[in-house]
């Protein structure tokens, strides 16, 4: 029987990672093995945090869990963790200075995925989740990328915003099958869309001028991110600059399939991303 205390944390960290077949995975590879483990680890933690989030089950223990989380924070940073991600995070806090803060604060974020229902936030509320969800992962990343000057902490916040808004714009129907409902309500309202609940915003003809609102603040914050990548050596920026291209074709193939078709699903092929990974590994 294997227990915990069995399991090898870069073992477990790499198979999460190879296992969730995320995007994430493409930016990851071309980094030096060392910082490669460490965004191993980082994804890991997120990984498991969102799962607990998503999966079925009742948000009181989901809550618990989440808290389960925080303390193993504490005893991370304490030198001493318990659960196989948190102990292959232990050399990369030591090694590229990983803020505690930015841990805790993707757990926030996860709280309120926690929720058996999300019905659409405020602006200011949805920019806060991004920070959470997004913009924490991007300041815990360019600390294992070795990229901390500025304007770096002004890059991680403004490409998380762009990439957790396309990931808004891409699961509309997919979330609202779960009662979730991520869209603003100011461009709800402008725009007419009654959302008393998040699946009726789907038989909507209006949500499509809501999604192309959104998908313009997208827009505008992968324009900031460029903007601050030319003050700064992006080499040093490459897995971040991999991931923003590929999500960058994400939100021009949603918007050329058109916002009223909700149950079409965009991805970037395969080949695609192996040929962005090539572009940026070759510098």
Known sequence: MTTIGDIDPQRHVRDVVRQSGSSFLWGMRILPKPRRDAMYAIYAFCREVDDIADEPGKEVDKRAQLQEWRAEIDRLYDGAPTYPTAKALLDPIRDYDLPRAEFLTVID????????????????????????????????????????????????????????????????????????????????????????????????DNTA???????????????????????????????????????????????????????????????????VAFRYSLF
């Open 109 to 204: 974020g996860m709280e309120t995925d926690a929720r058996p229902v999300v019905t659409a936030p405020s602006m200011d509320e949805l920019m806060t989740y991004c920070r959470r969800v997004a913009g924490a992962v991007g300041m815990l990343s360019i600390h294992a990328f070795g990229a901390t000057r500025p304007p770096a902490p002004d890059i991680a916040v403004a490409l998380g915003n762009a990439l957790q808004l396309t990931n808004i714009l891409r699961d509309v129907n997919e979330d609202a099958m779960r009662d979730r409902l991520y869209l603003p309500r100011e461009l709800l309202e402008k725009h007419g869309v009654r959302y008393d609940t998040a699946a009726a915003v789907l038989h909507d």
């Open 209 to 275: 001028a809501v999604c192309a609102d959104l998908a313009r603040t997208a827009r505008d914050y992968f324009a900031a991110t460029d903007a601050l990548l030319a003050q700064f050596d992006w080499r040093l920026m490459r897995p971040a600059i991999l991931m923003m291209e590929v999500y960058r074709r994400t939100l021009n193939r949603l918007e050329a399939r058109g916002w009223d078709k909700f149950r079409e699903p965009v991805r970037v092929s395969r080949p695609e991303k192996l040929w």
